[in-house]
């Protein structure tokens, strides 16, 4: 186990390291643990994959999920790849058009810790450097990813922090590495796949708010940003869940990138995610890279559509 920063080193944020396991990041001065990221592999019918759970705000409230009893296969904030050329990089069963949902194990993959190129925490902010590898059930290398993860504008007055996420997969293959989703492969609204938020069942019935809309219309739809509020079991209060694409993600797909739309839904379960191929499969060839980062806010309180469109206004990329 090693340590970073913390409150005996001038303040700060403070990161411990269970090598082989995870790291965690908290706050001394409130006492609270804001997230882990989980490295360790887990159940091969789950994809494995590293995650981020538990991710809390800063006065200790939980906001993510970790195998629900719906979707034993949803761990807080992870990665995924929902359809990948006909393996399953998000674990469970996997849509077949005209036949629904199916037990096919041999077809569900995963992402694999290599090593860490940084860990380390500095005052009010923590990175954790990391590169994987992707694979089908077979074993095959498809995929390199290096990933980069911060931690950063802590602002315990207002209640708020944030992390990027940032990601660059490259194919390893001889062939394209194609990037789908439940609708790709024929089922309506289902285009989950990519950088996936699981929120707590307390926020099922949450507000989901976008920049010029409310609710779970907003299914599909193209926007800079989307955030979910939601009410705590346990503890008074709400927390605010935002993600938000990096300018260089070319959500709307004007600038040639592929677009970006949102999976988001409040009911049955809360979950957000800024699909990389909700309606149309993404092609990746052979030594291409795909990058994407994005920004994740947690917030104390129900923050509306202003209070998130000044705090994004406020703390450009």
Request: with cysteine; net charge negative; aromatic share 10%.
């Amino acid at each position: 186990m090693s340590a970073a920063g913390g409150a005996d080193e001038g303040g700060g944020l403070r990161l411990v390291h269970c090598l082989g396991d995870r790291i965690t990041v908290s706050d001394p001065a409130r006492g609270v643990e804001l997230l882990a990221y989980v490295y360790r592999p887990e159940a091969a019918w789950e994809a494995p994959r590293p995650y981020l759970h538990p991710l809390r705000t800063l006065r200790g409230d939980l906001v993510t999920d970790y195998r629900p009893n719906d979707h034993r296969w949803h761990k807080g904030l992870s990665l995924t790849a929902s359809h990948l050329s006909g393996a399953n990089l998000w674990g469970g069963n996997t849509y077949v058009h005209g036949e629904g949902y199916l037990a096919l194990p041999e077809r569900v993959g995963s992402m694999v810790h290599v090593g860490f190129d940084q860990v380390a925490a500095d005052g009010d902010r923590a990175v954790v450097a990391e590169r994987l590898t992707w694979h089908p059930y077979g074993g095959e290398l498809w995929a390199e990813e290096s990933r980069r993860i911060e931690v950063h504008d802590v602002d315990r007055d207002a209640g708020v922090w944030a992390l990027t996420w940032a990601s660059a997969v490259t194919n390893r293959r001889e062939e394209p590495l194609r990037f789908g989703s439940p609708t790709t492969a024929g089922r309506e609204r289902a285009g989950y796949t990519g950088l996936f938020w699981r929120g707590p069942r307390s926020f099922r019935g949450g507000r989901i708010i976008g920049p010029d809309g409310e609710g779970p219309a907003l299914m599909a739809s193209q926007s800079e940003w989307l955030a979910v509020t939601g009410e705590h079991d346990g503890s008074d209060g709400h927390a605010t869940v935002v993600v938000a694409h990096a300018l260089g993600n070319d959500h709307t797909g004007a600038g040639g990138t592929h677009p970006a739309h949102w999976f988001v839904r409040n009911e049955p379960f809360v979950g957000l995610a800024p699909s990389w191929a909700f309606f149309d499969e993404l092609e990746l060839a052979p030594g291409d890279t795909l990058t994407r980062r994005y920004r994740v806010i947690v917030a104390d309180g129900a923050w509306g559509r202003e209070e998130v469109a000044a705090y994004l206004e406020s703390h450009p990329w």
